[in-house]
């Protein structure tokens, strides 16, 4: 007698993403956040049939700024521009860019999807002549230190 048994594993989610802040000579920092399309698009209300190319960049821009902030010494957030983003898969890349970067010691903040998932974790990566150096950030995360290598 042949039996065959059906089972059902639950999936197992994930709630992780990646940025990567790089520090080209001489004044330019581009950043890349690499995050869960279904996500990022649950967060910003990105999965209404009625958004366009134009207007997800502006709600993933906004989005960005509450969330991800790189804080100068004076306490002031660095202007970065949002240059745009691209889905590849299950994931969205996000790039932004600021062109008038002093290489100089920061304050990072990342909140990414941390107002929906109690266990969100959020990897930072920064890197500066092929040096590269990580910190992690979870739900009640305050701001660290950026410290070049």
Request: charged content about 20%.
């Amino acid at each position: 007698m042949n039996c065959l048994l059906l089972t059902s594993w639950p999936t197992h989610k994930f709630y992780f993403s990646e940025t990567l802040i790089e520090w080209k000579d001489p004044s330019t920092l581009q950043v890349t956040i690499k995050v869960f399309a279904d996500d990022l698009e649950n967060a910003t209300q990105a999965n209404q049939p009625d958004y366009r190319q134009g207007h997800l960049d502006s709600l993933y821009s906004s989005y960005i700024q509450l969330h991800f902030q790189i804080i100068d010494n004076n306490e002031a957030p660095i202007q970065l521009e949002f240059i745009g983003h691209e889905k590849d898969g299950e994931f969205i890349y996000l790039y932004l860019e600021n062109n008038h970067f002093d290489k100089k010691d920061v304050l990072v903040q990342n909140t990414i999807l941390t107002e929906l998932f109690s266990n969100q974790k959020n990897l930072v990566n920064y890197r500066c002549d092929g040096v590269t150096k990580s910190i992690y950030f979870f739900k009640d995360s305050q701001p660290q230190p950026l410290q070049w290598p």
